[in-house]
């Protein structure tokens, strides 16, 4: 198995730009979560899905972020218009259960100009 | 070596010492604890875990105490090696799905 897969592994964009992070969970999980992780911060949950459902979206910081799970085997998270605050390693993660073992992706560093 | 996570996020180890990483954790109905290890440029890895209704639980190399009564997880590394360099979560379940991650503590493996 190739693991969770997230891309770009970098992005580097200019404030007020729209942003895409992309994620494909491990096949055969049905949770999907995606976390910000910042020296500031740490680790925070923005949005947890299940079953393609999003059951969760109380971390997600403003309406500047939104996240779609069309289907079991992909998962975006958009930042729009994205600001230099933003920028952060993006990870998502799957589990075969709600609180099972959560398998990390690589993350996506974003850097906003 | 040995640390207290949220005082003290460093530690420094000799090559073949044993690590102690503490952790407190602030919720007394979590039921579910996880400890991960993050290296650089990679996302955390799953270490071990262990439930409530356990003190204490081995895996290879790794031992994972919990102390209910003080709200207290220890991460014990045996004979520390330089690829055990990272930084290292614990997490507590806090809800159904939730977990809610510590700040991290890095162990530097001293050569």
């Known amino acids: 198995d190739a693991g969770v897969i997230q891309s770009p592994r970098h992005e580097v964009t200019e404030m007020g730009q729209e942003v895409t992070l992309r994620c494909k969970p491990i096949s055969g999980h049905n949770s999907l979560f995606w976390y910000r992780q910042t020296m500031m911060r740490g680790l925070e949950l923005l949005i947890y899905f299940n079953n393609n459902v999003p059951i969760d979206d109380s971390g997600m910081p403003e309406d500047r972020f939104s996240a779609k799970m069309p289907n079991a085997s992909f998962s975006t998270l958009k930042i729009q218009p994205s600001e230099p605050r933003d920028s952060a390693v993006y990870f998502c993660?799957?589990?075969?259960?709600?609180?099972?073992?959560?398998?990390f992706g690589p993350g996506t560093r974003l850097t906003v100009t | 070596g040995e640390s207290v996570g949220l005082h003290l996020p460093t530690l420094s180890v000799q090559e073949g010492d044993n690590s102690i990483i503490n952790c407190a954790y602030s919720n007394s109905a979590s039921d579910y604890f996880i400890w991960y290890k993050q290296e650089s440029g990679k996302g955390p890895q799953f270490i071990i875990d262990?439930?409530?209704?356990?003190d204490k639980r081995q895996g290879q190399r790794v031992t994972v105490l919990l102390n209910k009564t003080v709200k207290h997880l220890s991460l014990q590394i045996a004979a520390t090696q330089p690829g055990d360099s990272a930084v290292y979560f614990c997490?507590?379940?806090?809800?159904?799905?939730?977990?809610?991650f510590g700040a991290g503590t890095t162990v530097t493996v001293r050569a």
């Open positions: 262990i439930r409530s209704n356990m």
């Open positions: 997490a507590e379940n806090t809800d159904d799905y939730k977990l809610s």
């Open positions: 993660a799957s589990s075969t259960g709600h609180v099972d073992e959560q398998y």
